[in-house]
């Protein structure tokens, strides 16, 4: 079955430290991808979306992700954490050929930023 | 611009009791409306998502339902809440072929 695969539940940096979410799907065919940001009792926000233009991809809050084929990966970086980033963060994708109107979400991670 | 409302925001029923969340979006028409439950290290399960009006469709077998009464309301139901219902709920909308969604704030529903 395709899925998305996050690894690491909790990732825990130190604030000023480089910020890597991993995220890996499976699928033969490149799908969207999605990451998106929750804080403590919010909805989600999205952060950033892949769609097959650009491979490194820009988002909101200074973070990016990079589409790696060959690698099936679409993590998300960020160069400094900030202790605003304290959130779970979770990886989606649709899939080409499946339903219009379904994500799939990865099982989140959550990042914690000591001061 | 569009915004999405749920209520309540927090929940607490006792086991076999009814249950009534409702969602309403504004700002837009004919969306597309999404009901996920999150449980703590699960991630988000679609439960039930709707293209328009009392058209609904279901993911997963479970002691729930879902209605849309009107273009922008969709409300998740339950006639007897068993304590596996407990969770973090969220509704959700988006347009066209759904590329991206947006959520509500949430409701934490605990059922003791």
């Known amino acids: 079955a395709q899925s998305v695969t996050q690894l690491g539940s909790h990732v825990s940096v130190s604030e000023g430290a480089l910020v890597l979410l991993r995220c890996n799907y499976s699928?033969?065919?490149?799908?969207?991808l999605f990451w998106y940001v929750q804080y403590p009792n919010q909805g989600l926000q999205l952060l950033l979306k892949?769609?097959?233009?650009?491979?490194l991809v820009k988002g909101i809050n200074g973070f990016e992700a990079e589409f790696k084929k060959s690698e099936t990966s679409f993590h998300l970086t960020k160069p400094s954490a900030h202790m605003s980033d304290a959130a779970e963060y979770f990886c989606?994708?649709?899939?080409?050929?499946?339903?219009?109107?379904?994500?799939?979400f990865g099982k989140g991670t959550l990042l914690t930023v000591n001061p | 611009s569009q915004t999405i409302h749920q209520w309540p925001a927090t929940l607490v029923q006792p086991v076999g009791s009814p249950l009534s969340l409702e969602c309403t979006v504004e700002?837009?028409?004919?969306?597309?409306l999404y009901w996920y439950r999150q449980a703590a290290g699960r991630g988000l399960q679609l439960l039930f998502y709707?293209?328009?009006?009392?058209?609904i469709s279901s993911e997963v077998p479970q002691n729930l339902s879902a209605s849309r009464p009107q273009d922008r309301q969709f409300i998740l139901s339950s006639k007897k809440l068993l304590l596996s219902d407990s969770g973090f709920y969220l509704c959700?909308?988006?347009?066209?072929?759904?590329?991206?969604?947006?959520f509500g704030a949430g409701t934490r529903l605990s059922v003791l």
């Open positions: 700002g837009t028409s004919n969306p597309n």
């Open positions: 709707s293209v328009g009006i009392g058209q």
């Open positions: 959700a909308w988006s347009v066209g072929g759904g590329d991206i969604q947006y």
């Open positions: 892949y769609t097959s233009a650009a491979t």
């Open positions: 699928s033969s065919v490149p799908p969207y």
């Open positions: 989606a994708v649709k899939y080409p050929g499946g339903s219009n109107y379904k994500l799939t």
